[in-house]
């Protein structure tokens, strides 16, 4: 399987790989990659926010033809979306560093470090509830995709697998967490 895994990426052209990107024959293994959506998002949200996705209910319509490929998603309280997050221009996506949420008190840190939307390629993840399905369409709650955008993918969440107890973070990452967690939490003091 992995041979006829190389065979297609070779056979997509592309540019020279890039140092250590090279396949087991070593040729180049870069080379564009096309995607075609299962569906798109639905929802009340007309332009990006940056923060109070957690209330926002959503509608993935599913291609018509990939109705049957959701059977059995409905056994899940979870579900994994990734979407294409289309309407972030191309000449915003060139900063290969960023501070965390524009937010200069935080560290200069490289895009892959962070989850900005200003990524080289402009795929987003969720990990959402799920409300429930009807047909081809799955309804979900918290999903941060504007309505129209485009959806690459859809699966289960399995805590076996999904989840990462022992994960860590820098310490910036964990203030900013609290803080959204917990955002009258200074009041208290």
Known sequence: MLERMWRSVRRSGGEA???????????????PAVFSPVGVVRNAVKESQMYGWETVESRIVVRRSLADA???????????????IDRV????????????????????????????????NPIGMSIVPLL???GNELRVRGLDAIDGTPVLDIKPYIPHYDSVP????PA??????????????????
């Open 70 to 84: 959701l059977d059995g998603i409905e056994g899940f309280s979870h579900v994994i979306v990734l979407f294409w």
């Open 17 to 31: 790989a890039p140092e250590g990107m090279a396949g087991p024959t070593g040729r180049p293994t870069l080379g």
């Open 172 to 189: 910036w990452a964990s203030e900013v967490a609290e803080r959204r967690l917990h955002p009258h939490a200074e009041d208290l003091a």
């Open 132 to 134: 429930g399905r009807k």
């Open 89 to 120: 221009p191309a000449e915003e996506r060139g900063a290969t560093r960023i501070h965390p949420m524009g937010d200069q008190t935080l560290p200069l840190l490289g895009v892959l470090a962070t989850r900005t939307q200003l990524r080289p």
């Open 166 to 169: 022992q994960a860590t973070m």
